[in-house]
Every structure is written in C-alpha cells, then in structure tokens.
C-alpha cells in the first residue's frame, strides 16, 4: 500500500489491554477492572467495558455511539475516555478508573458522610451537567450510580449509552428504552410523536 490509512490515535490494540476481575454488567456487556500498557511501556488501570458477543450489527453500533460521544469531553467531573479497541472481538472501551465505586454505593455503606462531604460530590455532579449541558449533551440517566468517585474523591458523571446530543426532538421509539418515570422535563420537551392526518 503506497500510503496506508493511519489508525486513529484512540484505537487501542487488543494486546495492549489485560482483563481482570468483572465489576459489573449491563445491557450490552461487561464491565473490569483491567490493565492499560500505553506506547511508552509504562502500564496504567483501567475500567473496560466488553461488548458481549454474539451481538447484532444495530447494538454493536448503539454501544460504540458511546465511545464516539464520549471523545468529545475533556472535564474533570466526566469520567475520561482513554480509548476504543474496536478491531477484534470482543469490542472495548476503555475509560478512566475511577476506585472508590459509584456515588450509590458509597451512600448506602457510608450514611456517616459529612454534609460538606455530600456538598462537595453535588458540586461536583453539577459542574459535569453543566459541562455536558453546554455541549448539548443531555445524558438521559443521570442517578447516584452513574456518577463515579474517583482517585481524589471527586465526583464524575458516567454511562453515556442513553445520552443524546446535538438534537431538537427526539423520537418516541427510542422513549422505550429510558427510565422515562426519572427522565429531566426537558428530555419530554424534545420528544417528537409522528402521527397521519386523515
């Protein structure tokens, strides 16, 4: 080949991605704790969410929607994508760890928290909104579980796979996959119902 296609500088080889302990699972796959080894040698931890197998071409397509809306952050309260590993079986996405667990899980076993505590992960929380809302990104499924605590205690919005951006309306179809009872009123707002006129 006289001048080869360069692979995008978020690829990640297979190779270079070790899996370890599942953390957790959802609709389209699972969720480690995994090793990244980066270019340079050094190898830092990671979170890797596979894609489980056998899936079809649409929900290949839907999982990857959230790596490519994911590239576009760059903030301290969204949790960071490091990169996709699409070219091999099973599809990766692989994110910043974040160790101390969701802001759910740390409630429910620490109900001790100091108020300025509990402050300081709302602050943090509503910063990421903002970020997010700025960009046009409405996440759809915001809730203590989708927000992450990580290395130094802060509080980062995850889990962007109901996440819409850059749209007026959206259709009712896609309504039926959304916790429509915890939706915000202006993710409503954008639903479009098509109907015919006799």
């Not at 576009?72 to 590993?85: D, K, Q, T, Y």
């Not at 760890?97 to 108020?115: Q, T």
Request: net charge positive; proline share 6%; with cysteine.
């Amino acid at each position: 080949m006289a001048h080869p296609v360069p692979r995008p500088d978020y690829y990640i080889l297979h190779d270079h991605v070790i899996l370890k302990d599942q953390i957790g699972a959802g609709a389209f796959g699972d969720v480690h704790i995994g090793t990244l080894k980066k270019n340079d040698g050094s190898a830092v931890d990671v979170a890797i969410k596979k894609l489980k197998g056998l899936m079809t071409k649409r929900q290949r397509a839907v999982f990857m929607k959230e790596a490519k809306l994911m590239r576009r952050f760059n903030h301290p309260n969204i949790v960071n994508l490091l990169g996709v590993a699409p070219q091999e079986d099973p599809v990766m996405i692989i994110l910043e760890l974040c160790p101390n667990g969701s802001l759910n899980k740390k409630l429910k076993y620490n109900p001790s928290i100091p108020i300025s505590k509990l402050v300081a992960y709302a602050t943090d929380a509503a910063r990421g909104m903002v970020y997010l809302s700025t960009n046009t990104v409405i996440h759809r499924d915001i809730a203590a579980r989708n927000c992450l605590i990580g290395k130094n205690d802060e509080a980062k919005i995850s889990d962007f796979g109901l996440s819409v951006a850059d749209q007026d309306t959206i259709s009712v179809d896609k309504l039926r996959q959304m916790p429509v009872r915890w939706l915000a009123p202006e993710t409503l707002r954008l639903v479009s119902v098509p109907c015919n006129i006799l």
